[in-house]
Each structure stands twice: as C-alpha cells, then as structure tokens.
C-alpha cells in the first residue's frame, strides 16, 4: 500500500509536469510536431499507469476491514477524493496506533513554531515542515478544496485572513484542523462532521421594530 502510494504520488507529479509542457507546446508555433507527439504519448502512458496504479491501491483497501473503514470515513470529508484518501491512508498507517492527535500533527509537519530574523525581537509562527512531506503534501489539495466548498472550514479560513494571517498560514492551519478532524474519526468511527471542526458564529438578529 505504502510503496503503491508512493509511485502513484511520483507519476501524479511527473503527469502535472507533462501537461504544462503540453501546454507550452500548444501556444510556442516554435515546438515541432515531433515533440507535441512525445508529449502526448508520454501522458498517455502515464495516465494509463496512473489508473492501474489505483485500481490496484483500491484493491489493498477494500481486502483490509481497517483500511476500508478508515477510507470509507476519509471519503466523507469534503475535500477529499479517491487519490486523496489513498495517499492519506499510506502515510498514516505508518504511525503506530498509540500516537495522540499532536504527534500526528508533528508527525507531518504542521505543528507551528515561532522563528525570528535577523536581530528583530519580533517573532512570527509558522508550520515547522519538520516530519513527513508526503502527509502533508497529500493534506494541502484537499485543504484548498475545502476552503472553497465547505462552509465550516471555509468560515475557519475566513476567520484567520481577517486576524492577518497570509493566505499560506490559514490554508497550513486549515489542513492541520483536517488532520485533527480525520484523528477524531477514526478514534470515534464517526463520520466528518463540520460543527466539530469550526463552530461558525451565529448571525446576528436585527430587530426591525428596534
């Protein structure tokens, strides 16, 4: 599964690559043919790759009771697709099962950690990227999706942008606040539920006889 993952997280990688030369070939009338046609065998084989890649990591879930049940969970989170879930499984199975939600949290690298510069005093926090790469990059696509698409996460974000917190930092925050979230899952065998994650404030009520 770990190994699976893995290549399926390389060739997604090399593939995005691949599809940005597309493009540029597609608007330089300096590319020759020859090399449009590389390119598109290239993607082909790649996304061929890709699907088996899947089809086989999908078969590891399904064949184990605990996976299956930690993916069907992931899948209930907004945000969080087919691929998503494979990559998260394949990196948090790795943990053992007596770590609390912060060791998960060190564990990929989205613990804050206050730095200074140079001889200032002021010190700014951001996310120490000291633990597993691969968790934490397989957080950050769902992070951005649930930004847009899920009111309570999205209210989450909101909320540190107007604090001052850039647009790097709140999506950081936001993928730890997932993390927590799928931790809390797979402890209660509960489905995502995004009053737990970030209550949104309650709208004011304007009394228009006032």
Same mark, same amino acid.
């Given at each position: 599964?770990?190994?699976?993952?893995? *290549?399926?997280?390389?060739?997604?990688?090399?593939?995005?690559?691949?599809?940005? =030369?597309?493009?540029?070939? %597609?608007? $330089?009338?300096?590319?020759?043919?020859?090399?449009r046609r590389s390119i598109a065998r290239s993607l082909r084989f790649q996304e061929r790759e890709i699907a088996e890649l899947r089809r086989e990591a999908m078969k590891c879930i399904q064949a184990d009771v605990e996976l299956h049940r930690q993916q069907q969970l992931l899948r209930s989170m907004p945000g969080i697709g087919d691929v998503s879930a494979i990559q998260l499984l394949a990196e948090l199975v790795l943990l053992p099962p007596? *770590?609390?939600?912060?060791?998960?949290?060190?564990?990929?690298?989205?613990?804050? =950690?206050?730095?200074?510069? %140079?001889? $200032?005093?002021?010190?700014?926090?951001?996310?120490?990227?000291?633990?597993?790469?691969?968790?934490?990059?397989?957080?950050?696509?769902?992070?951005?999706?649930?930004?847009?698409?899920?009111?309570?996460?999205?209210?989450?974000?909101?909320?540190?942008?107007?604090?001052?917190?850039?647009?790097?930092?709140?999506l950081s925050a936001v993928a730890r606040k997932m993390l927590d979230a799928i931790y809390g899952m797979f402890r209660a065998n509960q489905r995502y539920d995004g009053a737990r994650v970030y209550a949104l404030p309650t709208p004011a009520i304007v009394d228009e006889f006032a």
């Amino acid at each position: 599964m770990w190994a699976l993952a893995r *290549r399926l997280e390389a060739l997604t990688h090399l593939n995005v690559a691949e599809k940005n =030369r597309r493009h540029a070939a %597609g608007v $330089s009338a300096a590319i020759p043919a020859s090399v449009r046609r590389s390119i598109a065998r290239s993607l082909r084989f790649q996304e061929r790759e890709i699907a088996e890649l899947r089809r086989e990591a999908m078969k590891c879930i399904q064949a184990d009771v605990e996976l299956h049940r930690q993916q069907q969970l992931l899948r209930s989170m907004p945000g969080i697709g087919d691929v998503s879930a494979i990559q998260l499984l394949a990196e948090l199975v790795l943990l053992p099962p007596d *770590r609390d939600v912060r060791q998960w949290v060190a564990y990929a690298g989205l613990d804050p =950690r206050e730095y200074s510069s %140079g001889t $200032s005093v002021r010190k700014h926090t951001r996310i120490s990227k000291i633990g597993n790469g691969h968790l934490r990059r397989a957080l950050f696509l769902p992070a951005m999706v649930a930004c847009r698409f899920e009111p309570h996460l999205r209210g989450f974000y909101q909320h540190l942008l107007e604090r001052g917190k850039a647009k790097r930092q709140a999506l950081s925050a936001v993928a730890r606040k997932m993390l927590d979230a799928i931790y809390g899952m797979f402890r209660a065998n509960q489905r995502y539920d995004g009053a737990r994650v970030y209550a949104l404030p309650t709208p004011a009520i304007v009394d228009e006889f006032a």
